[in-house]
């Protein structure tokens, strides 16, 4: 390597690193930008939400987060447990119990919330479920998502309750129940008495004026490493 390129190296690479530090916090701050506004939307779809019965025949185009009530009965025979779910910084499952609405032949699972566990334990969370007619509310909302997914999960035992899930799968619990499974959830109403904590349901983790905050942050960033290159970039000139 010549003394004159490696000058040219040698001046070019601060300008370069200066660069990509500025463009990665700046892209990184529309990110963030971006991030609050889709929390907004989900919180405002939240209160915006409408009302709907449990036995309409408009549920299957019911909206997230609607809010349903009606009439029916749960099945105490058969759970799914959805596994690894912290409270508190204790091990534990969140329990998926079948509602069958009044005058209904389409199943929906109900989250009713955390139940404590711990995998080493020899027998599953024990818990009351009403058998009788009871009257229900809560919020529909989407399965809950799988991340990232090692291996496959194992098929449902059609034949042994509850069952176990590490991910949820909707297509997995239809094949191990005889009747049509709604393609929402419905999260319980915390004040409802087979509601398993009280816990008000978590919408969003983060809330929108966190990512923003995260965003004044990168620009920040952004900010100061172009007014430290500009200084530098100046004085070189200068002495030069």
Known sequence: MTKTRFLSIRFWLPHL????????????????ME???EKEALLSQWDDAPAISLSSLGLESAPRYSLVAGSGHFNADRHVLLDNQIRNNHPGVHVFTPFRPQDSNQVILVNRGWQPWDRRAARMPDFDTPEHLV????????????GLQIGQAQALDPENWPNLMTYFELDRIRDAFDDSVFDQVLLLDPAHPAHLTGDDWRLINMGPERHRGYA???ASIALAVFLIWLILTIRSIRRK
């Open 17 to 32: 690193v200066a660069l990509l530090v500025i463009a990665g916090s700046i892209h990184l701050a529309g990110w963030q």
């Open 35 to 37: 991030r609050a506004a």
């Open 135 to 146: 009257h229900i509310e809560g919020r529909l909302n989407e399965p809950p998502r799988v």
């Open 216 to 218: 004044f942050q990168w």
